[in-house]
């Protein structure tokens, strides 16, 4: 459902753009809000059922929200969250959608289920927009962000191509972006992820909707740029008395954000009420289920052997990449970009050091020196050795550390067999193995994960498309831990899953650490993962270790205001 639902909503966005160059909803015509019809639902939905292929999805669910109101639909990934927002606008390709879904338009109230294409057009984008998950491929790569939202403006509202651009500055002021008249004439790709949600935001709200579709706004941010993010737009619909449905698995941003939840679960909804109720006094195993998921430290942790040398050590690490120099100088000589300056740190055996900050901050150029797949300078040592420019020397370091991506979607290639993509290290470090032992240890690997041929026949024939997002993930990690490392490092290994997977993820990495002694490299911005696994953190900002210590000390007591702002953000 997963994939499907991820199909459907880029499917989706294409049918609905298409006639749309800059990327917009359609039909968008700004008009005087119906103060007459505040006392009713805005939306109320009835007997909602989708299904694709004959096969239901969404069964039979009821909801309404009021003008104004900010309601949460929360559940795992194949609930049918994101699925009912997109039929509502009969997004939803090759979906077979009944029930009613009777929406207080201008021109008074309509079943969306039963318009017309043409008269839905007229709703879209006018009285209901959507913001989508990630704004990258929502936002059109041939145009400033600047000309998408004035090229809105000027098809639809008839303003001319001055007024339009000036309203197209306004909107993105309005969204907190700084500089908003240069920002807007800057292309998707030289935004940051904040900056680009803001840009969609903007576009959103360009045509003043009465209701705002979020399908999960904020997952792909950091945390300040996502408390940002939600500050934005509970401060836009205070100011313009719009209602929000919120699509999203993340439980902090529920609390904060809405006034009202249903939970939702393989298509039912299973709970509704309001933000208080539900989460104080949850009736439904499942609600529980998912409030009980915050990442949780492992009550038998085992001691690490302080006597054993540290499986990982870097002084005074610098990671930079060169860039152009502007002007005459840059014919003649390249700049550098500096994304880590001084770092050092040390990882015993056993432990796990955490490495927290926002995107930008050098996160990830320090795991790529760490899995000496950039050059660095400084000192930088695995299991007592350096990385070389030698393949053959690197060999066995390579061995040694291992790496878990963050989305185990895109890291596991779609035309490998798991027994392939499993094995592959194997083929590189033990290329003698027979096929029989080969494989034997291929399935030990799936097993110590929780992948075992009893609960998946075929296993090892079967294709990534084939598992859940947690599932794939334990395919990634049982990948890493074939060839028997010492040093894992863990690249947002769950950010891209759902709270409850999340959780029984963490499980796992902390029970093979128990069992194996392994260390971790810990690269995440989410500090309930933070404090579930790390011994020791490292905050960066800016490509510079501002803050370090035990895991205790720098969340308990943080001593830098930029540590103290990423404790504080909600998760």
């Not at 760490?370 to 020397?393: D, F, I, N, R």
Request: net charge positive.
């Amino acid at each position: 459902m997963h994939c499907a639902t991820h199909w459907i909503r880029e499917r989706s966005m294409h049918d609905a753009v298409s006639n749309f160059p800059g990327g917009m909803l359609q039909a968008c015509k700004a008009s005087p809000r119906a103060d007459k019809l505040m006392n009713q639902p805005l939306l109320e939905v009835s007997n909602l059922r989708i299904s694709f292929a004959g096969k239901e999805v969404v069964h039979g669910i009821d909801f309404s929200i009021a003008p104004g109101e900010k309601l949460a639909l929360v559940g795992e990934s194949g609930s049918g969250k994101t699925v009912t927002a997109l039929s509502l606008l009969r997004l939803a390709q090759d979906a077979s959608v009944s029930g009613s879904a009777v929406f207080q338009g201008q021109a008074g109230p309509s079943d969306l289920l039963a318009l017309s294409e043409r008269q839905l057009r007229g709703i879209r984008g006018q009285d209901i927009s959507m913001i989508f998950q990630e704004p990258m491929t929502a936002l059109n790569p041939l145009f400033s962000v600047g000309d998408q939202i004035a090229e809105v403006l000027e098809l639809k509202t008839g303003l001319a191509r001055i007024s339009a651009w000036n309203e197209a500055i306004e909107l993105l002021a309005s969204t907190g972006i700084a500089e908003p008249a240069r920002r807007a004439r800057s292309f998707p790709h030289q935004l940051s992820g904040g900056q680009r949600q803001r840009a969609m935001i903007a576009m959103a709200l360009a045509c003043k909707p009465r209701l705002l579709l979020a399908d999960e706004p904020t997952t792909a941010l950091d945390v300040t740029v996502r408390s940002q993010i939600l500050d934005v737009l509970a401060n836009l619909q205070r100011q313009t008395g719009m209602a929000v449905l919120m699509i999203t698995h993340d439980l902090n941003l529920v609390r904060r954000f809405a006034t009202r939840v249903a939970v939702m679960e393989n298509g039912h909804i299973v709970e509704q009420g309001t933000v208080d109720d539900v989460f104080q006094r949850p009736q439904h195993a499942y609600t529980r289920k998912l409030i009980d998921s915050t990442p949780t430290r492992d009550e038998h942790e085992a001691r690490p052997d302080a006597s054993l040398p540290p499986v990982m050590k870097a002084r005074a690490l610098r990671v930079s990449y060169p860039v152009r120099t502007p002007g005459f100088k840059g014919w003649f000589k390249a700049g550098q970009f500096v994304a880590v300056q001084d770092a050092s740190f040390e990882i015993p055996a056993g432990q796990t050091l955490g490495v927290i900050g926002e995107s930008g901050s050098g996160k990830s150029s320090l795991a790529l020196a760490a899995l000496g797949l950039h050059p660095h300078s400084g000192q930088l040592e695995v299991v007592g050795k350096g990385w070389s420019g030698s393949t053959a020397a690197n060999k066995a370091l390579r061995r040694a550390v291992q790496v878990v991506f963050q989305d185990p979607f895109s890291s596991l290639s779609p035309r490998m067999t798991i027994g392939e993509i499993v094995g592959e290290g194997l083929d590189v470090h033990q290329p003698g193995l027979l096929s029989a032992e080969r494989r034997q240890r291929v399935v030990r690997a799936l097993s110590d994960v929780g992948m075992h041929q009893t609960l998946f026949p075929g296993l090892l024939q079967r294709y990534p498309h084939e598992f859940s997002g947690g599932q794939r993930q334990r395919i990634a990690i049982a990948r890493a831990l074939i060839v028997e490392p010492q040093l894992l490092v863990l690249d947002e290994p769950t950010s891209a899953l759902d709270v409850t997977i999340q959780k029984q993820v963490l499980q796992l990495l902390q029970r093979l650490q128990r069992e194996r002694g392994l260390s971790y490299l810990l690269i995440t911005h989410d500090v309930d993962v933070i404090r579930a696994m790390a011994h020791r953190v490292l905050v960066m900002k800016s490509g510079k270790v501002i803050e370090s210590g035990t895991a205790a000390e720098v969340l308990r007591s943080p001593q830098q205001a930029y540590t103290r702002i990423l404790v504080a953000a909600p998760g």
